[in-house]
């Protein structure tokens, strides 16, 4: 549920409008390690988190320890509910802290894993990977369409998994599958507006994602490796400026792809 929860930076007026990039899930893992490198480009950051507050904290100070600005909202995206004060908590935080009304960049990074082959996935488990990883990114993008700017992007992360199959990831790989055909619809109907919308999908990475068990297991650290053209793991810093990249101009000709940043993974 979101909350008045805020955590900002202290700002003065700006004699410029920077750009301001939106990042659910932003407090830890690829969220944390994508907010780092956009601020890096120059774009300010509202990052969400849903119950780790001293963790957004921790960003924000980091973000503005490298020049730029940011703040922290809590949402919980498996609540869509919530969406509609979500806006609202937004636009307040957009006028106060940098006296506009429109953000450039959604990213829909937040979401969650459950390990389980598809005979003894629950139904309880499918509900909450919907809520999280389709529901909530379609239903977001919706409530804050009227607060993003035209000429600006959207970024929906899936995954690897989208593409090859890993038993015990059935479930999760569905939604993701979901979210990249929800990218191409969204680039069609956003496209009036100058709106770019894309799909990253990293590969495994090292982070605390399900358990950590990418980053904490040998075996599986291994056997990742074995399969990847180049080699080894993924790690955060793969993934942070391939973000970073698809949200500068650099990119500004790249709509309704999907970019997966695997090192090769089962290529």
Same mark, same amino acid.
């Given at each position: 549920?979101?909350?008045?929860?805020?955590?900002?930076?202290?700002?003065?007026?700006?004699?410029?409008?920077? #750009?301001?990039?939106?990042?659910?899930?932003?407090?830890?893992?690829?969220?944390?390690?994508?907010?780092?490198?956009?601020?890096?480009?120059?774009?300010?950051?509202?990052?969400?988190?849903?119950?780790?507050?001293?963790?957004?904290?921790?960003?924000?100070? !980091?973000?503005?320890?490298?020049?730029?600005?940011?703040?922290?909202?809590?949402?919980?995206? @498996?609540?869509?509910?919530?969406f509609p004060a979500?806006?609202?908590?937004?636009?307040?935080?957009? =006028?106060?802290?940098?006296?506009? !009304?429109?953000?450039?960049? %959604?990213?829909?990074?937040? +979401? /969650?894993?459950?390990?389980?082959?598809?005979?003894?996935?629950? !139904?309880?488990?499918?509900?909450?990977? *919907? #809520?999280?990883?389709? =529901?909530?990114?379609?239903?977001?993008?919706?409530? /804050?369409?009227?607060?993003?700017?035209?000429?600006?992007?959207? %970024?929906?992360?899936?995954?690897?998994?989208? #593409?090859?199959?890993?038993?015990?990831? +059935?479930?999760?790989?569905?939604?993701? @599958?979901?979210?990249?055909? /929800?990218?191409?619809? *969204?680039?069609?109907e956003f496209g009036?507006?100058?709106? #770019?919308?894309?799909?990253?999908?990293?590969?495994?990475? !090292?982070?605390?994602?399900?358990?950590?068990?990418?980053?904490?297991?040998?075996?599986?650290?291994?056997?990742?490796?074995?399969?990847?053209?180049?080699?080894?793991? @993924? /790690?955060?810093?793969?993934?942070?400026?391939?973000?970073?990249? %698809?949200?500068?101009?650099?990119?500004?000709?790249?709509?309704?792809?999907?970019?997966?940043?695997?090192?090769? *993974?089962?290529?």
């Amino acid at each position: 549920m979101t909350t008045a929860n805020t955590v900002t930076t202290p700002t003065t007026a700006a004699a410029t409008s920077p #750009r301001i990039a939106l990042i659910t899930g932003g407090s830890r893992g690829l969220g944390r390690n994508a907010a780092l490198h956009v601020a890096r480009r120059g774009i300010d950051v509202v990052l969400t988190y849903r119950s780790q507050q001293a963790e957004a904290q921790a960003v924000v100070d !980091e973000i503005r320890q490298s020049g730029a600005r940011a703040a922290a909202l809590q949402l919980d995206v @498996g609540d869509s509910g919530s969406f509609p004060a979500f806006a609202q908590a937004l636009k307040q935080t957009l =006028k106060q802290h940098w006296q506009r !009304e429109r953000f450039d960049h %959604l990213v829909n990074n937040a +979401g /969650l894993g459950h390990y389980a082959p598809l005979a003894d996935t629950t !139904e309880a488990q499918f509900d909450e990977l *919907m #809520r999280v990883h389709l =529901k909530g990114p379609f239903f977001l993008t919706q409530a /804050l369409l009227p607060l993003l700017q035209d000429g600006g992007s959207v %970024l929906n992360v899936s995954s690897g998994l989208a #593409r090859f199959a890993m038993p015990g990831y +059935g479930a999760y790989a569905a939604m993701k @599958g979901g979210v990249e055909v /929800l990218t191409r619809y *969204m680039a069609k109907e956003f496209g009036a507006r100058g709106i #770019r919308v894309n799909t990253l999908a990293p590969g495994a990475i !090292e982070t605390d994602f399900g358990g950590g068990t990418v980053r904490d297991n040998a075996e599986v650290n291994a056997f990742v490796a074995s399969v990847t053209a180049l080699g080894r793991v @993924g /790690l955060p810093d793969d993934i942070g400026p391939v973000v970073a990249s %698809l949200l500068s101009d650099d990119s500004r000709w790249v709509n309704a792809q999907r970019v997966e940043a695997s090192g090769g *993974m089962f290529v």
